[in-house]
């Protein structure tokens, strides 16, 4: 069972910057990738962005430019750096791992950012 611990969560002003962390662990195998997603209150959750296996990285159009994804393999870890933070960008943060026939998702962080 793989387990996902994310950090890094909390308050900012606008246009301040976050990171968060996803440290994953346990018995992963068959990974495709690992990303972020979000869920505002009262909305569905979102696509943040992910980096696939191979270093590839993808964004939602509304964070590209914003936030960069990156990893530490050796650490099992995922990281988001948050830039320029705006207050919709406000929500419940998600760690996920996409593997081949399985999928696992933390256990959520809260960003809050202030206007």
């Known amino acids: 069972q793989v387990q996902l611990v994310e950090s890094g969560g909390g308050l900012v002003q606008a246009g301040g910057s976050l990171r968060l962390s996803c440290a994953a662990s346990?018995?992963?195998?068959?990974?495709?990738?690992m990303g972020w997603y979000r869920q505002a209150p009262g909305k569905q959750r979102e696509f943040v962005a992910s980096?696939?296996?191979?270093?590839?990285?993808n964004y939602a159009g509304s964070v590209k430019g914003r936030f960069t994804i990156s990893r530490d393999s050796a650490k099992n870890t995922v990281y988001l750096q948050m830039n320029s933070l705006k207050p919709e960008d406000t929500a419940v943060y998600y760690c996920?791992?996409?593997?081949?026939?399985?999928?696992?998702w933390g256990q959520g962080i809260q960003v809050t950012v202030s206007s």
């Open positions: 996920n791992v996409d593997a081949t026939m399985w999928s696992s």
């Open positions: 346990g018995r992963m195998f068959n990974i495709n990738g």
């Open positions: 980096m696939s296996n191979g270093g590839s990285t």
